[in-house]
């Protein structure tokens, strides 16, 4: 069950980790389900050849299950990612991209969740990844 929505996690990363808004991620939705992010993928975001670095991608994804995870926990901000697995896929292309993430296991102590890093529109995904987020004791 929800207990932080879009507004109250935006307040709290204001307040607590104002470095995030630096990706420039727009949370499209979120429910029990899971979080629908877009990008518009700018300069910052690039490598050489004109793609998204990998750390850009890695940086979305991380973002993207901290989100979940402290929808249903609240707002500890101190939750920390333990596990990155990122396996990519495609030259992702410059333009939008988009991030679906879910909460695949919430315990006690440790959070699982995936995310697909892919475009608008289009049915190949760019990136998928897998990610462990440890909560803090007494949360």
């Not at 990363?13 to 808004?21: D, V």
């Amino acid at each position: 069950m929800t207990v932080m929505d879009i507004a109250e996690f935006e307040s709290m990363m204001a307040a607590e980790f104002p470095q995030a808004a630096r990706l420039g991620a727009e949370i499209e939705h979120l429910d029990d389900a899971g979080i629908h992010l877009r990008l518009t993928v700018a300069e910052r975001h690039l490598r050489p050849g004109g793609t998204v670095s990998g750390p850009g991608m890695m940086e979305l994804c991380d973002f993207a299950v901290y989100l979940p995870v402290l929808s249903r926990v609240g707002p500890v901000a101190l939750a920390v990612t333990t596990n990155l697995n990122i396996n990519f896929m495609r030259k992702p292309e410059t333009g939008e991209i988009i991030a679906d993430a879910r909460l695949m296991k919430l315990g006690k102590h440790l959070a699982v969740g995936e995310v697909t890093i892919g475009s608008p529109g289009e049915a190949e995904a760019y990136a998928h990844t897998t990610l462990t987020y440890a909560i803090p004791p007494g949360m």
